[in-house]
């Protein structure tokens, strides 16, 4: 059984290359996917599921989860499927080369090729009554054909037979064709022409196929008809997914309807699985109320069809960036219910708390439900197994708990499901108090030498069982990420300690991720280092003490070159402060800042004064925040002194 829209074009393209080449064996990882479908049956006795391709002339072969095992290809233009009674043969409509193409189900080989002698399809297909059943014509001029598979075309023989439709029943396009497993011989056919519609159930268990009943109107029972269902167990049709219409002596009326619809296929026990714009709904026989409804998005369903076992629902689903994927439903005869789960935003550890909740289902819910509650937190973070609660008449259910740990502790409820109703659950969090413990660390705000090994200790306070404490360095500056020095136990006194090489700025933090009963902490204090700084002098004559100060000797038109060695950073600046002495006392000169090289030096010419008896002196320094980045601490060099004689 299947149905398919005629809002959708006739070809299929999957996206996989390798659907071109016939194979068979374990599914691939690829999931079927069309641009628009051109036939879609499942066989039960091999649990596969076929779906033509007109675009490519393929029919490919997937699970029931839809993957693809295999394809064969060279039919052309395929625009219907169907599959024989016995699952062994699916026969695909080849429009482009007007035949009916069978093929082993079982290995994709092609069986035989049955030509259709009309230019106009053959366009959909049906199995019954042990023929294969085609439609096939213009939108002036439908008709029915049919052929007997046993007879080989290859005989001389021509097994096909056309302009099958009894007397007093006319359609005026290629119908669409339904059968279904619990009224054999039946055949439904349906179609909208320009200005009338018509559809008709017949009997082609004999010779000749005969008027069961009939319809062709003006959109009056129908308003068109789109598609069409024979209706197991009741001498019904469905049609466009809704409409119940009912036959008798020979003529339609209608006796229901199901909420919206647009499509539909039915299950071999009369449950109804209707598409009505992006969803798929399941309904139980002439009932009203949804047993599931499945939500495929905003862009619809190009065609659907039952498992045999109506275990599942293939569709094919329209995708936002085009073309169909097939999906496997599962369980569309179990209702969903809708279970709610609410828990205090917060509470007390070791203090009682309840929980309450509510579940309930558009299909009856046996009497006395269980649930199965767990309760997830920090002393069983796998999860711990509460006594099971019992769902009231209403639907409503409480129960109370102590959460012996703090923390965030989650409490599940699960219903197992039902024959009639599926598994669900649902959750609820509750921020469960925890009392707060002492950390710290040491040496915050202290300055230290560049490269000096500085152990930082972090003392943790009381805890309930956790006593280990993660300790991180954090070197100032975009280039050097947060690192993890140590993690482990405190000691007996509750110490952690490790040691660190100042070379920058660094932050340093102790973190304790908590346990049942303390919550976590985090500390952070800033230890702060120098660069590495000195400077030399050259093309000095001498070096020699005055008083007791150590002079570099030039003569007066000799210039100094003062060269600075600072550790580097990208972009870094060494600032030089010039002083001179003057009757008694240094006076401030210059400051310049010079930028240093890869390799962390600079040499700057100071210049010949001219002049005689000159003393001045020269340092260089890192500013922070001046120097062209923000990663150490100012940072000065010693004072070197130069003397100018003659």
Sequence with gaps: MRSISTATALAVLFGSAALSVVATGTASAATAAVTSPGGLVADGALKRVFVGDGAAGTVAATDYSGNVLASVGGIKGVSDLALSDDGATVYAAAQETHEIVAID?????????????????????????GKVWFTYGDQWSGNLGSFDPATDPASGTDPVTLAQLPEGVTIWDPGFLDTAASRPGLLAIGETGISTDSMAVLDVSGATPQKVAYYGGDYTLNSGIYDIDLVPGADEVLVNGSVRDAYADGRFAQAGTYPNGQQADIAADGTVA??????????????????????????????????????????????????????????????????????????????????????????????????????????SPKGKALPTVTVQSNGTYSFADTPPAGGTVTYKV???????????????????????????????????????????????????????????ADPFGGDKPKKLVKTGKVNSSGNLTVTV??????????????????????????????????????????????????????????????????????????RLDLQVYYQGRWYDSDSEYFGLGTNGKVAVNLGAPGESGIKARIRAAYINGSSGDSVNSTTYSGWKYIYFSN
């Design 105 to 129: 189900a079982a290995t994709l080989d092609v069986k035989a090729r049955y030509p259709v002698a009309t230019g106009k399809g053959p366009r959909y297909l049906a199995f019954s009554a």
């Design 274 to 379: 209707s598409v009505s714009g992006g969803t798929i709904t399941t309904y139980r026989p002439n009932a009203t109320k949804a047993i599931r409804t499945y939500s495929n998005g905003v862009y619809g369903t190009a065609d659907l069809t039952w498992a045999p076992d109506d275990s599942r629902i293939f569709a094919l689903v329209a995708k936002s960036s085009g073309g169909y994927t097939l999906k496997a439903l599962t369980d569309p005869e179990k209702n969903v219910p809708t279970l709610t789960v609410n828990a205090p935003s917060s509470a007390a550890r070791a203090k009682k708390l309840t929980v309450t909740g509510k579940l309930s289902a558009t299909v009856a819910l046996p009497a006395g439900v269980k649930l199965q509650v767990t309760r997830t937190d920090l002393e």
């Design 414 to 472: 699960a219903y197992a499901g039902d024959t009639g109703h599926a598994a669900v659950s649902a959750s609820d969090k509750v921020s469960v108090s925890r009392a707060a413990t002492g950390l710290s660390l040491n040496n915050n705000g202290k300055l230290y030498s560049y490269g000096a090994d500085v152990k930082f200790t972090a003392h943790l306070g009381k805890t309930y069982k956790n006593r280990t404490v993660s300790i991180y």
């Design 501 to 574: 090489d100042m070379t920058r700025d660094t932050a340093v933090s102790a973190v304790f991720a908590g346990d049942a009963r303390y919550a976590s902490k985090t500390v952070k204090v800033n230890a702060y280092a120098k660069v590495k700084i000195s400077t030399a002098i050259s093309k000095h004559y001498k070096t020699a003490k005055i008083g007791s100060t150590s002079y570099y000797w030039f003569h007066k038109n000799s210039a100094p070159i003062v060269t600075t060695t600072m550790t580097y950073y990208p972009n870094r600046e060494e």
